[in-house]
């Protein structure tokens, strides 16, 4: 009955959010501005999208901590490492949506906060590495290190899948279900989509973005939910399997970051080249672009499904994404 009730208070609030939303936005004024190059919108856009996740992130926990519900959020220091850095990146993000950082300097300010926060909340850790294919889990000598450039890089692979309408939220949307169907604190995700449903339906009209801000935030979301089902759950995903599930916009971010540097621009320098760039130029149809990104990005999740060996799986997903790049580079031109 707790659940239910709580269930109905999140959904309230996010009604509320939604039916205000012009109010809600015009007070903190927070708005991305067309630029003709990078940004190419007609009129400048709500970029309080990834504050709406952060609010309820708070909510949520505050309440699902209250009621005290076993395995509902996570555990002891874990849950305040997970506020702290889920803050810490939504406000580097948010900065740089103002302010326009340069990219030396995002990278700097995300290495240091994943740095404090693993320094002074050990709960964030991967002492083993378990892959699903060897029998034996192996001693992880440099975590930390891997800890930290994991945290940076799934950040920034979650920023540069964002840049079209519904892109990352359903992705991410994804990547909750998958956490509630494999009882990973099913009743947290199950909250935080009732948040992301009514920010679709916002991003789909093109009233808000989630911005830098939002996309950091989710891979906090994100990262720190696999490091602890992987240290907590008897079912977990195994370390092969979690790349697997991430690979497409993993090997999206890896093709970025070498065209750039054989351009000789600095890796982490917005352009027009990324996958769903690609994808609406050949079809010139943003739903389309969505359907066929989206669908790329959850096949290789589904042939885990499937129990198809990850090395094998890996292959494949490489293949279908390079071999749609070139074919529609081709066709385009």
């Keep these: 009955m707790d659940i239910f009730f709580l269930t109905i208070i999140i959904f309230i609030f ?3 959010l939604f039916l205000k939303f012009d109010l809600i936005s015009s007070f903190f004024d927070f708005l991305d501005k067309p630029d003709g190059k990078l940004k190419r919108h007609s009129k400048p856009i709500s970029l309080i ?5 952060l609010i309820n992130l708070y909510l949520i926990i505050f309440f699902l901590k209250l009621l005290d519900i076993d395995n509902s959020v996570f555990d002891d220091n874990f849950i305040y490492a997970f506020i702290l850095l889920s803050t810490l990146f939504y406000s580097i993000g948010l900065v740089d949506d103002l302010k ?20 002074y909340f050990p709960d964030i850790n991967l002492e083993h590495i378990k892959i699903s294919f060897f029998k034996n889990n192996y001693y992880f000598k440099y975590s930390e290190i891997f800890l930290v450039l994991s945290f940076v890089l799934l950040a920034n692979a979650m920023n540069m899948f964002d840049g079209i309408n519904l892109q990352l939220i359903l992705y991410s949307s994804f990547l909750f279900i998958l956490f509630a169907l494999n009882g990973f604190m099913s009743i947290f995700f199950i909250l935080l989509l009732i948040c992301f449903i009514f920010l679709a339906i916002l991003n789909y009209k093109n009233k808000v973005f989630l911005g830098d801000g939002g996309a950091y935030l989710i891979s ?34 890896l093709r970025l970051f070498l065209t750039r540097i054989i351009k ?29 990104t989206i669908t790329l990005s959850i096949i290789p999740t589904l042939f885990l499904m499937l129990n198809i060996h990850t090395y094998i799986i890996l292959i494949l997903s490489i293949i279908i994404y390079f071999s749609l790049i070139l074919y529609l580079r081709f066709k385009v031109k």
């Design 49 to 53: 999208g990834g504050f709406i996740i």
């Design 14 to 16: 996010n009604l509320i």
């Design 220 to 253: 906090v979301i994100v990262g720190c939910t696999f490091i602890y089902q992987y240290n907590n759950f008897e079912k977990f995903f195994f370390g092969d399997e979690v790349f697997i599930i991430l690979i497409i916009p993993a090997i999206d971010m």
């Design 100 to 119: 326009n950082l340069s990219p030396n300097k995002k990278l700097f300010f995300l290495f240091i906060s994943i740095i404090v926060v693993i320094y």
């Design 264 to 292: 000789k621009k600095h890796p982490f320098k917005g352009d027009l080249n990324h996958l769903h760039h690609i994808v609406n130029n050949f079809t010139n149809n943003e739903t389309l672009t969505i359907l066929i």
